[in-house]
């Protein structure tokens, strides 16, 4: 729970990815974020949507409080990250694989102004490195760069993450009711915002 962005892309193949690295490491440097390294130059070998060698290219930098934004690739130039590349890049299951295209990044600890920096970055990459790049976001601050509809997003989890803890610490769990039952009434609570 906690306000996220979601994205996906390939990167171009006449860009230049250690360029791309270097220009993240000097962001994250001067914001003191802490960042990976993976592999800097992409294979001679082209490989299409549905092969890769299963080794990660690009970057990932971490602010204070947020997960992990990753500015990775497989081999076959399209995001993905090495988590993702664990869990499901040897699936041959269709369903599944799409799932080692698809990234996403919680900002709802690291804040308003780490999410608007995210967020210009990535426009910033995706024109310039990126031939194809796609970004949900929860705060709607990527299709808007309005810090007016950031801030009442960012109130809006915060405050439904306050009401959830304050239901957990307060409401108990009945002793005929299965934790999904506890769930579901918890959040009925909530919506209705009777905390009793």
């Not at 914001?31 to 092969?51: L, R």
């Not at 970055?121 to 949900?136: A, G, I, P, V």
Request: aromatic letters at 14%; a neutral charge; hydrophobic letters at 35%.
């Amino acid at each position: 729970m906690g306000l996220s962005i979601h994205y996906n892309g390939r990167f171009k193949s006449t860009a230049s990815l250690s360029e791309m690295i270097e220009e993240v490491e000097d962001i994250a440097e001067i914001h003191k974020w802490k960042y990976i390294v993976h592999n800097k130059n992409f294979p001679k070998k082209v490989y299409n949507d549905n092969s890769h060698n299963n080794k990660i290219y690009g970057i990932a930098f971490i602010p204070p409080k947020c997960e992990p934004v990753f500015l990775s690739f497989l081999s076959n130039r399209r995001m993905s990250s090495d988590l993702a590349l664990k869990f499901w890049g040897k699936s041959t299951d269709k369903n599944e694989k799409k799932y080692l295209y698809m990234l996403s990044t919680k900002t709802q600890y690291a804040g308003r102004n780490v999410h608007k920096i995210i967020i210009h970055l990535l426009k910033y990459l995706s024109k310039k490195y990126f031939s194809e790049f796609e970004l949900h976001d929860e705060g709607h601050y990527w299709e808007t760069n309005d810090e007016k509809v950031l801030d009442e997003n960012f109130d809006r989890y915060e405050d439904l993450i306050d009401s959830f803890g304050f239901a957990l610490d307060n409401v108990p769990m009945n002793s005929n009711e299965t934790i999904e039952e506890y769930f579901s009434r918890i959040i009925k609570i909530i919506r209705g915002k009777n905390l009793k």
